[in-house]
Every structure is written in structure tokens, then in C-alpha cells.
């Protein structure tokens, strides 16, 4: 079972993109739309204003472009509550990722643009050994593995955490179209995921990771053995409607859902990692911080923004004494 070290003084560092993201504001195709909102974005950073609002300390490892972009998403983690004295400038010309978000009836889709952008130069150098050692978890985004040297960056990140005791999570945060090949993909998300004491994702994702080892795998069993034996203390694979499964050494537990009325799917998984993370610093059961997580992902996924709607502890709380929890059918 995760160990955190209760001692250090600070709770969560995020690694990896920070970007924008522009969200049309009208609902169908991206075709029609003509007016879009602009937030603070990027797996990492939307966790990390998650847990800032649920009360933890949070800092973050980060890369923004030397432009108006950049100082916007360094002011706005900034006014949430997060450390930003180590996210670094990017060279000139260097810009921040941006996605676009399509949100229709019935489903969304994401706009990636993300060649050589800023957190993807995030490099060995940056890394500060003893800012990292003083937080109880590191937590580590995917898509930085995607390119160097943001990828090198990653292993020497995590190898300052094991070394000083700081528990490191790994979150999958797949990203299509980000990657150069699936072959690099499966090959360093499984070296990260190997190296983690905590792996988070979805189904999809664990089947990206194991797309080379293990070939036409699909079950959850088997993924989360797999690297229980490599020494992975917890494994979450999350199913969306369908609830989650969390494993550890002692078995599985199945993990409910809030069913809610869904305005857009963004920002879903990284309401669940910050409420999740937040429960277990606290102390909280796995139970309990599988209900909280679900909480905390039903209340995001009602609102326009992924950063800008992330609840706070007291919101999550109040959402589970007023709904219901389901759990999946068996």
C-alpha cells in the first residue's frame, strides 16, 4: 500500500504541459463555431488546480512560452493556489501547446497543437532535486514522454523522487496524434509505468502502453498483475460510465459513479486524479477515495472549462451527501 511521508512540508508537484486551452462556446461542429473561451489546459496543470482546490499544497514543474499565453497560464495557476517558482520560460519563438474543444451533442472531440511546444522542452537541468523531495508526491503526465527533452527530464524526475522518499504517480494522459509513432509510446509509457509506485488510466491507455507486450490484451486482471509484479503499489484503470477497478496487492476494488448530465467529457479524468490523490494524502479508505474521485469528476464534466471547473473539497462533499452512487454491474 502508498506511503506518504506526512513529514514534508509540501503535498503534490505536477510535472509536464501547462497549455490553453480555447473551447467553442457554441455547442455543434467546430465548422459553425464562431466564438470560443480561452482556460489554462493540460492534464497536469488541470490536476494541479484540482487538488490546490481541495486544499492540498501543490507546486509544478513546467515549461510556458515567453509570451502573453505563457504569462497568462503562470498567473492564473498562480491565482489558484499553485507554486509556480519552477516553471521556466521557454527560448523565443517557442510557443504553448494550445487545444481547441468541439463540444456537441453527444460527444466532444479535442485539437492538439502541440509541435515542439514549450513543456516539451522542460530538460534535465530545470529539475531541482530538493523542490521535488520536499512534496509527499510527484506526479507525472504522459504526453511528456512523447519527445525530448522534456522525455529525459521525466526518468531523472522520477529517480530525485524514489530517491528522496516522494511517492511518484503516473498518468497515462494519452494524447492522439502527439506521439511520433505507437511503437515509442508503449515502449516509455511501460518504462515509466514500471518505475511508478501509483498508474493511472484509462482502458484505451493501458491498451496504448501494452500494445507491444502485450499484444490483444484487454482485461483489467491481467494489466494491473502485471505490473503489481514490477512493484507498482496501486493501479487504477478507469471505464467512464462504467466505473473504475483499483488494484493493490490485497485485490481489487471496484470504484461507483455519480451519474450526472454531461455537457463535455474534458477534464474528467483529471477531476478524478486530483480528488483521488487529495482522499488518499488524507488518509481515506480506497472506498472512500474512489467516491470522492467520482464526486469530483461528476461535478467537472457539467461545466464548459476543464481548470475552471474543478470543485472544491466542500462542493465535492456537499455533490455526495446530495446524490446517488452507483456501482457498476458485475
Not at 86 to 114: D, L, P, Q, W
Not at 187 to 216: N, S, W
Amino acid at each position: 500500500m502508498l506511503k506518504f511521508d506526512l513529514q514534508k512540508p509540501n503535498d503534490v508537484a505536477a510535472f509536464g504541459r501547462a497549455t490553453i486551452d480555447l473551447y467553442a462556446n457554441e455547442i455543434g461542429p467546430m465548422e459553425a463555431a464562431r466564438t470560443f473561451s480561452k482556460y489554462v489546459g493540460g492534464s497536469p496543470a488541470n490536476t494541479a488546480v484540482a487538488m490546490a482546490r481541495l486544499g492540498l499544497k501543490v507546486g509544478y514543474i513546467g515549461k510556458v512560452s515567453d509570451d502573453q499565453f505563457g504569462r497568462f497560464i503562470v498567473r492564473y495557476l498562480d491565482d489558484q493556489g499553485v507554486d509556480t517558482s519552477h516553471i521556466e520560460t521557454a527560448a523565443s519563438g517557442i510557443r504553448s501547446g494550445v487545444t481547441m474543444g468541439e463540444i456537441k451533442e453527444g460527444s466532444c472531440n479535442c485539437f492538439m497543437y502541440r509541435t515542439d511546444c514549450a513543456d516539451l522542452h522542460i530538460d534535465c537541468a530545470q529539475l531541482d532535486e530538493s523542490y521535488i523531495a520536499s512534496h509527499k508526491l510527484l506526479l507525472i503526465s504522459g504526453t511528456s514522454l512523447s519527445h525530448s527533452p522534456a522525455r529525459e527530464a521525466v526518468f531523472l524526475a522520477i529517480a530525485m523522487a524514489k530517491r528522496n522518499g516522494v511517492v511518484v504517480a503516473f498518468d497515462l494522459d494519452y494524447r492522439d496524434g502527439t506521439w511520433d509513432n505507437d511503437d515509442e509510446t508503449s515502449i516509455y509509457f511501460t518504462l515509466a509505468a514500471q518505475q511508478a509506485d501509483m498508474v493511472l488510466g484509462t482502458r484505451e491507455e493501458f491498451d496504448k502502453m501494452e500494445e507491444l507486450f502485450h499484444p490483444g490484451n484487454h482485461d483489467d486482471d491481467r494489466s494491473a498483475h502485471w505490473l503489481l509484479e514490477k512493484g507498482v503499489s496501486l493501479v487504477s484503470i478507469k471505464q467512464g460510465k462504467k466505473g473504475s477497478h483499483l488494484y493493490t496487492a490485497e485485490g481489487r476494488t471496484m470504484g461507483g459513479i455519480y451519474p450526472t448530465k454531461v455537457l463535455k467529457s474534458f477534464g474528467a479524468g483529471d477531476s478524478y486524479s486530483g480528488s483521488f490523490n487529495n482522499a488518499l494524502i488524507r488518509g481515506k479508505s480506497l472506498e472512500e477515495a474512489l467516491k470522492y474521485a467520482a464526486a469530483a469528476a461528476s461535478i467537472t464534466i457539467t461545466g464548459h472549462s476543464c481548470s475552471d471547473a474543478m470543485p472544491t473539497l466542500d462542493q465535492v462533499e456537499e455533490y455526495m451527501q446530495t446524490h446517488e452512487y452507483q456501482m457498476p454491474e458485475a
